[in-house]
């Protein structure tokens, strides 16, 4: 998608502070920090948010969450992380990219 942030990420138009990468997937830090790890796990196939997940990407959304389990151990989040999703105007996403927040390295509040 030519006018997305994070295909732009993808393509290295725009500059990340990448922590993993393969070729379906990319995790950089976030920009703006809310924890002490703050990473967003993204496909790099274009889906723009939670409710357009289809069938056939049921793989790939499983995969995204075997390498959160992957980053959490290399960064030794041993006692718990926290994975959020936000989806569409009301659950507050600003970056039309399927996106998941790995939160992690203090004890989190109830609020993001
Ligand atoms: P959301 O509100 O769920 O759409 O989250 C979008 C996230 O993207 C926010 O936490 C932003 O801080 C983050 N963000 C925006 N631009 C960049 C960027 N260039 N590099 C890394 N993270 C970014
Ligand atoms: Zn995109």
């Known amino acids: 998608m030519d006018n997305c942030l994070f295909c732009k ?14 070729d ?3 995790a950089f830090k976030d920009i703006n920090p809310v924890a002490p790890v703050h990473i967003l796990v993204i496909p790099k196939k274009h889906i723009s948010c939670a409710k357009n997940i289809k069938v056939e990407d049921e793989a790939l959304i499983g995969k995204i969450f ?4 992957k980053i959490a151990e290399d960064l030794k989040l041993d006692k718990g992380f926290r994975i959020v999703n936000n989806c569409g105007e009301d659950g507050g ?7 998941f927040h790995l939160l ?3 004890k989190l509040g109830i609020s993001f």
């Not at 990420?9 to 393969?22: A, F, L, Q, R, T």
């Not at 996403?93 to 996106?99: D, I, N, T």
């Open 9 to 22: 990420i993808i393509k290295g138009e725009i500059p990340s502070n990448k922590v993993y990468e393969d």
């Open 24 to 26: 379906e997937i990319l």
């Open 66 to 69: 075997t390498v959160i389990n």
């Open 93 to 99: 996403q600003e970056v039309m990219h399927l996106h």
């Open 104 to 106: 992690g390295g203090k």
